[in-house]
Each structure stands twice: as C-alpha cells, then as structure tokens.
C-alpha cells in the first residue's frame, strides 16, 4: 500500500465504525491495517524538553493489525529520537498478511497476554515509583548528577492524567467478559478487534515513550524513569503552591472591624490626651513650687537686706580675734561671754607679745563673722574689713606699772619705756596685717586694778630701806594716762575683776558692731533719725524742701506728717525766714503764723508755731526751746 492509500483510508476511519469501503468488503473478513501515525520522538537540540512530532516510516505500512507496534530505543544514547518498529520482522509480517483468518485464531489469547502486560506494567511502574522516591529522599545528589531533560509542568501532568486515564479504560475494558465471536456477527466483532487494537496501541506507546531515558532492555525502569520526569518540577525549586484563598469578609464584618478600630482609636487618643494633661499639670506644680521657692528666697534675701540695714544682724557681721592665752585662761571667762552675746570668738595670733584683742567683720549677706574668719586664714583680705582697734589686756599690773619712769631733771622726757611699748606695737601691727606707714590703729589699754597695786607697793616700800627707788606716785600714775590720751589717743580702761573686764569687752564689740548702722541712719546727726524721701539726682529745689522737712522734725512736738504740712506753706527755710523779717507784722501775728499750717482741723499748734519762730530769730545762744 502506497502513502496516498493510507491517507485516504485514513480519512474514511472513524473511532467505533468502519470506513465504507470495508462496509463493502464485510462478506470478506479482511480487516485493514490503519494508517500509521507520525511518530512521537524527543528533539536533543531543544532545551525546553518538548515532545516533537516525527514523520511516519515507510516501512510500517507492511505491518499487520494483529501483531500490533511496539517502541523500541534504537541507540544508547537516552536523548536519541524512539523510533516505531513492528513486534516482528518483515518476512514474517508479510506472511501473516497473507493469512486473512490469523487474527481470529489468536484474539483470545492476544487479549489475556495484553491485559496481563498492562497490569504488570501498571503494578511494576508504581512501585518503581516509590522506590525512586526513596532513593530520591535518602541521596538527593542523584538529581543533580543526572541531567535529564525537563518539560513543562503544566504539560507533565496533563501526561500523567492522560495516561492513567487510558490505563484505568484498558483495565476496565479487558475486565468485562468476554465471549468468542459467532460467525453471524463478523463485521461487529472486526470493529470491536480494531477498537481494542487502537487502544492497546495507544497504551504501549504513551507507556514507551514516558521512558524515553530509562534503559531499553527494562520495561519497568522505563515506565517508572517516565513517570518520575514527569513529576519532576520545572525548576529546582520547590513547586509553588496553590494559594488558600480566604473567604472574603462581608459588609458587615467589615464594618463591626473598622468600628472597632475607631474605638481603639479614641481610646489611644483619650489616654494620650490625658497624658499630656498630667504633664502638662506637672509641669505646671514643678513651675509653681520653683517660684513659690523663688519668691521665698526673694522675701528671705528682702528680709535678710532690711535687717542688715536696720542693724539688726550687726553681731553676726563681728568676729573677734583673742591670743590663745587670754582665749584659754583658767581664770578669765571671757570667751564664754563674748558667745553668749553671739559673737563669733576664734584664737588668732597676733604677733604682737602679749595678750591682744582685734575685730574683723563681714556683712551678714555674704556670710558675716564666719565668713570674714575663713577669709582670714585663706589671706584673702578684699574679702573681709578689719578694724584698726587693738586691745592690750595687762592682767599683770606691774607691767604697766613699770613702764611709767621719767627723767625729773628732763623735762622733755615724757615717759621714755611707755612710749617705746607703744611704738613696738604699732610697727608690730603694721607688719601683721600688711598696711602703710600712714595707717595707724587705735590702741585701749585694759588696766587690771592698777590704783590698789601702786598703793600696796607704797606701804611696802616704806617699810623697807628708804635707800630703796620709789615707785611712781598716784599723780604720776594720772599724768601718764592723760598723756598717752593726748599723746597717742590711747584709751585707758579699769577693771577690778574677769567679770568686769567680760562686760568692758563685751560692750566695746557691741558698739563697734553697730557703729555703721548708726552713722548711716541719716545725714544730720540728729536726735530723729529721719531718712532721706529724695536721692542726689533729683533737682536741687527738691532737696532743699526734703532738707527743710526733716529739720522741721528736730523741733520738740512736730512730726513727720506736720513738717510736710508745713513745706507745702513753706517750702523752704529761707521762704519763712523772709516772712518773718516782714515788718508790716506785729509780734504776736509772727509767733501765730504758723499755728494754721501743721495740717490740725479745728485746732491750733500755737506752742509748735512759738517754738519755729524762736529757733529762727532768738538771738539768745543758752535760750531753752
């Protein structure tokens, strides 16, 4: 048969019927062979490891139906094309031809051993399978190490579909029993024999070309090699799964979610809202506590300041330097006094030989006594004043005694030793605190019952050999205290016992504390200490009524509110002064003039005004006011 003859019969072919030229030729029970389908084979060149379709051999056209196609692999080679061979040679295929009544004589048989050669293939491939799917676990290199060639993933299990499905349809079909034909029904059972035909044929040929790359003498390696190429992965990674989809929520989930969220939402905003309000508050307390704290210090500081000024802190600002023997004596109780009152006593070398007490100060601001002593001995002397008064304790009075001698034929001879002390002291003061020739202390002498001494060695000496010197008279003893009074402004002070040269001392630390606040209560001296309402950059008229006022108020019954009331008729004393001299008034209209201006309703200061009039115009230097 020529290829033109295969087309064409090729076109009368059907699946389950016969063309019409074997209807016409069914007296004949000759059964065609189908023409041969082009031939499956994998192209080595192709690196997608697609299946390409290769043309039909010419000498499978002689084949018989009967003896059915097989695959065979025509070299070693496992990339190599699989061509279609028949199951035998060609003169035993050209002799079955010609023996019309063979495939009915052996179908029954033909049939059993295809059924069985299924199922072995079926069982032998699945186990295959599992075998290699251990081994594939147990030595995954073996993947690697045998390149094979991949085809798409998709059409691998379409493959394997396709051919479990024609298995599962063989496997049923050659299950049903089966009967021998009869002769009545010869054409059926010819279609019958072709239509099991076709598909055996289409089962061993999907199933030898699965195992393209197995070995060629095993018909299970094939099967199972196929199968585990188709289930290999496109790529060496792992086969991407399908993705679960999740149910989509409905509308009203999805809103019962956002409500929530909402209400997370202002819950979040409302606890940071009220964080924000308790820092906020605390911020503000701390700012409260830190000015409240301020302002205190502020009043303390104001308080501190006006004390100060007042002089009401005037003994913490004195602190009071004493030799360590006269700090320590057995007998003086000194020190102790000195605490009590709330000096600040420190033992202090003067330097000077012999029992000496010296004052330093500070102001109270910046720390008072203590501070001005701790400046002392760090020798920081801008930091503290020293006061440039010294007392000299002679507890021993023979010491003093013996420095008052003179010369009774010199008359220029005043008292040589006294005056020679007095000098050693002041030089000695001078080097001690490092000040000039042109500064020089104050000097007070602290007498301890000199009179009785000098009068218990007059009796004594009488007593005695008269070839004995006299000591100095009571008179002598007088002119030498006025002397060194005159001489050198030293004071000289008695004391007969510790108590009273305790409170001698104490006195004296007390009036120089509060020396300074004295002298600065105001600018006149005067018995009312009044304060100053104007500074020195105001106008001058300005101050020359501030000046009047407060001289006004020295005056004996006037006060500060009647002085002012007085300015406002008058304001200035040369105003009044001229309007006394006026000589239209009388006498008594000039003592009255002033009884109207002191700010009384209803009532007149005619002594006050007698008193102003008097003070400006008596002439009379003992007048009593």
Known sequence: ???????????????????????????????????????????????????????????????????????TATGSNTRDPVNMADDESSSSSSSSSDDSTSPFKSTLAQRLARRNEAEKLTSNAAQSNVKLKDSEKSNPSNRSSNPVRKENAHSSQETTYSIENKVGRLNMANSRPENLPSPASSSDESIRLMTISNGQRAIENTTKYTSLNSDSDSD???????????????????????????????VKAQQKELAKEMREQVRRDKQLAKEMEKDLRHQQR?????????????????????????????????????????????????????????????????????DVVQF?????????GARAVEMLKQSKREEYQHLPIVGVVFHDPMNFISKIERDAHDEDDDYPKLESFLKGLEVGWRAAWRVGAEQRPRFIFYLNNVHATLDQLWVKSRRKDQSMKAPPTGEELQDALIWLSIQFCVDCIHYLCPEDL???????????????????????????????????????????????????????????????????????????????????????????????????EGRRDVKCSDAVYRILTSKNPNELI
Request: charge should be positive; aromatic fraction near 4%.
């Open 1 to 71: 048969m020529s290829s033109d003859d295969d087309s064409s019969d090729d076109r009368h072919l059907c699946s389950g019927g016969l063309s019409k030229l074997s209807r016409d030729k069914q007296n004949g029970t000759v059964i065609q062979r189908p023409p041969i389908r082009a031939k499956l084979a994998y192209d080595s060149s192709d690196s997608n490891n697609e299946i390409v379709v290769m043309p039909p051999m010419k000498s499978a056209i002689s084949s018989v139906l009967t003896s059915g196609p097989r695959l």
């Open 220 to 250: 299970d390696s094939l099967l199972a090699s196929s199968q585990l190429r188709n289930n290999k992965p496109a790529s060496r990674t792992a086969p991407r799964k399908n993705p679960i989809l999740a149910k989509k929520p409905s």
């Open 286 to 354: 701390i700012a409260k506590q830190a000015a409240a704290q301020a302002e205190k210090d502020d009043r303390k500081r104001r308080r501190i300041e006006s004390e100060q000024t007042r002089g009401k802190r005037a003994i913490d600002e004195l602190a009071i330097l004493m030799e360590h023997s006269l700090c320590h004596h057995q007998e003086l109780t000194l020190r102790n006094d000195l605490q009590e009152t709330g000096f600040l006593v420190d033992s202090y070398p003067s330097g000077l030989g012999g």
């Open 360 to 368: 330093i100060r500070c102001d109270y601001v910046f720390g008072g």
């Open 502 to 600: 305790s409170t001698q001392i104490t006195k004296m630390a007390v009036w120089l504390a509060r020396e300074p606040y004295q002298r600065q209560m105001t600018d006149l001296e005067c018995a009312k200490k009044t304060k100053m309402l104007c500074s020195d950059m105001d106008p001058p008229l300005v101050r020359s009524q501030d000046c009047w006022r407060r001289q006004l108020c020295q005056v004996p019954g006037i006060s500060e509110t009647m002085a002012s009331s007085v300015v406002s008729y008058f304001p200035t004393m040369r105003s009044l002064y001229l309007r006394y001299q006026d000589t239209s008034l009388t006498e008594d209209q000039k003592i009255l003039l002033l009884a109207d201006c002191f700010g009384r």
